[in-house]
């Protein structure tokens, strides 16, 4: 009988995922961070955005890196309708302000319409329970430039104007593209009618 418990005990540790985002309901943090718009950088507030409506939240792995290149061409193809449901966008990452200037100018990517925000210290993210990995030496992007940090899950949170989450996408959970993150919280956006 002990043997069974153990069993379970050791069956039940090794099954749970280390980190799980945060929920639907729950409180979504707080944050400030660098961040760029068309390759302007200013500061990001969350609360000053949901004052205006529901915001997205959408972490992603690196700049110039394949499914972050579509995610971020997507975002900023539908943002017209994001602001018609009014909704804002904030992309998250562990790129520095030097290549999120670049990426959030990048006509082909973010085009000047929507901001990307810098979390280097990570901190960001493990405020909202994400994966993180480090630095992989020697990983470049599609450019053939050398990447230098690490990389955050990719998750995408709608938050609505009272700090809740009102829903999760997850790319690891939920077997879903990057371009389908932008198609499914433009959905949610549009029925919490600026909420």
Do not use: W
């Not at 929920?23 to 979504?28: N, S, Y």
């Not at 082909?108 to 990995?133: N, R, V, W």
Request: hydrophobic content about 45%; proline content about 4%; aromatic content about 8%.
């Amino acid at each position: 009988m002990k043997k069974l418990l153990l069993g379970l005990a050791l069956t039940t540790i090794f099954a749970a995922p280390a980190f799980a985002a945060l929920k639907v309901g729950d409180t979504a943090p707080d944050f400030s961070a660098v961040a760029s718009l068309g390759g302007k950088e200013f500061t990001f507030k969350l609360n000053e955005a949901l004052k205006k409506g529901p915001a997205v939240v959408y972490f992603y792995p690196s700049a110039y890196t394949g499914g972050c290149d579509l995610e971020a061409h997507t975002f900023a193809e539908n943002h017209e309708k994001f602001e018609a449901a009014g909704a804002s966008i904030i992309g998250v990452s562990a790129d520095n302000l030097e290549r999120l200037n670049q990426f959030a100018a990048d006509p082909a990517f973010c085009a000047g319409k929507f901001p990307i925000a810098s979390d280097e210290s990570l901190k960001i993210a493990k405020s909202y329970d994400l994966k993180t990995t480090e630095a992989k030496a020697g990983a470049k992007d599609v450019r053939g430039v050398e990447i230098g940090h690490g990389f955050i899950e990719r998750v995408t949170f709608v938050v609505g104007k009272d700090h809740k989450i009102a829903a999760v996408m997850s790319s690891a959970d939920d077997k879903i593209s990057p371009d389908q993150h932008v198609e499914k919280s433009l959905e949610i956006v549009k029925k919490m009618g600026g909420k």
